[in-house]
Nanobody, 122 residues
Framework: QVQLEESGGGVVQPGDSLRLSCAAS????????MGWFRQAPGKEREFVAL???????SYGDFVQGRFTISRDNAKNTANLQMNGLKPEDTAVYYC????????????????WGQGTQVTVSS
């Protein structure tokens, strides 16, 4: 079992950057595939990025090279570097973990954090 806590959200202007972190407590973080999802008001949850146990990454189509997901197994963290933020990136960002599933379907992940708010506004 793993507990997840996101941090790093905030209010920024268009074009700015943010670095989100997901801290995991529990055992064997390195055995989990880690995903980032987001949900804007009135919209469905959306896949953002994922990183597998071995470091393989995948991104949502909207990312278009602006975001980078990484993990530090020594520190039990998964990070999402977001550059070139746009107003449409405004959402609550969640990290998720699963030991078996590696994919873009949020319902397949067993563990979720509480989320961190990202607001992009001029």
């Amino acid at each position: 079992q793993v507990q997840l806590e996101e941090s790093g959200g905030g209010v920024v202007q268009p074009g700015d950057s943010l670095r989100l972190s997901c801290a995991a407590s529990g055992r064997a973080f390195s055995t989990y595939n880690m995903g980032w999802f987001r949900q804007a008001p009135g919209k469905e949850r959306e896949f953002v990025a994922l990183i597998g146990r071995g470091g393989t990454t995948s991104y949502g189509d909207f990312v278009q090279g602006r975001f980078t997901i990484s993990r530090d197994n020594a520190k039990n963290t998964a990070n999402l570097q977001m550059n070139g933020l746009k107003p449409e990136d405004t959402a609550v960002y969640y990290c998720a973990a699963d030991q078996r599933y590696f994919g873009k379907t949020g319902n397949r992940y067993d563990y979720w954090g509480q989320g961190t708010q990202v607001t992009v506004s001029s």
